[in-house]
């Protein structure tokens, strides 16, 4: 199991690199192909003020004058060594740029998906402890609910009743704790809505199962029976929709750091498209798939780590389900 474990796991990493250094040059063969030039028109607008020794040495740096196959192979090799480039709005480091909003997108979107990982479990034990006219009636109810409500209308009755109404923090402040947790919120009831579905139908499979049956004909109460025999198994397809969830997550973001005025990646996201940074636009988008790509490695290392069933095949190097 090991020996096959550690060739699975190379393999799925070698793949998730492959799709990252993929996501990079498709974004750069983008940009590349654009009519106009954009890079040296946005570097020639006078509004971003630009000397012309700041456009020489940004273009030498991105070797304008150099054919497309190789400024793809330096800007690959800056890449892979962390170098992101150089803003053309600021001129500045892109990575230095990304540096300083990210602190605040990673605590949203962590505090995010606690919340989602939270209310979801409470509405999946909530669905089996509850009588029926609640836990099978409200609560099942609930992730359709949630689903079906965009992330900006949640933001924006979660700003006008506890901010505006209750007072419960102040829209100024946005990067204060109680700010963070109702942005958190609204990005998280979505969320919440995707996991909560998984699971409570994963608990409704396991329950009707014979060795539930048998457990509970031996005594065994519903807390014990949910978490040590319940819980396990039907969480497993929540490790896989987490990992899918993650995208939805970041497309959020910046609609929500918008709606509450955090500075963060979302933000920069929005300045690079308006004032056509297309470097620092690149970084950004190459980090979403690197966030994502990432999320999903994690996910197909953990699966046959949690799910004994799963047995991976040898040379073939797959994991699959023993029938």
Known sequence: MNRNYAAYAL????????????????????????PGDPVTNTLRNPENGFSEADITRIAGYYGLDRPVYVQLWEALSRFVTGDLGLSLRSGL?????????????????????????????????????????????????????FSSVPTFVIGLVLINVFAFQLGLFRVIDADGGPATFFAALALSVPVAARIAEVLVAGLDHEARQEYVALARSRGLGQARLLLRHLL??????????????????????????????RVGVGTLLRQSATTQDLPTLQAIVTLAAVVFVVVNLLSDLVYPLLDPRVKLAGRRERAEVAA
């Open 11 to 34: 393999k799925r990493i070698l793949q998730a690199f492959v799709v990252i250094l993929l996501v990079y040059v498709f974004t750069f063969v983008v940009i590349s192909v654009l």
């Open 93 to 145: 480091p892109v990575s230095r740029m990304i540096g300083e909003v990210l602190p605040s997108t990673l605590v949203l979107a962590s505090s995010a998906l606690a919340l989602a990982l939270v209310l979801a479990l409470a509405i999946g034990f909530g669905s089996q402890y509850l009588p029926k006219r609640y836990g099978q009636g409200l609560l099942r109810t609930l992730p359709s609910l």
């Open 232 to 261: 396990k198994p039907a969480s497993l397809p929540v490790v896989s929709v987490v990992a899918v969830t993650v995208g939805e997550l970041l497309g959020s973001t910046v609609i929500t750091e918008m709606i509450f005025g």
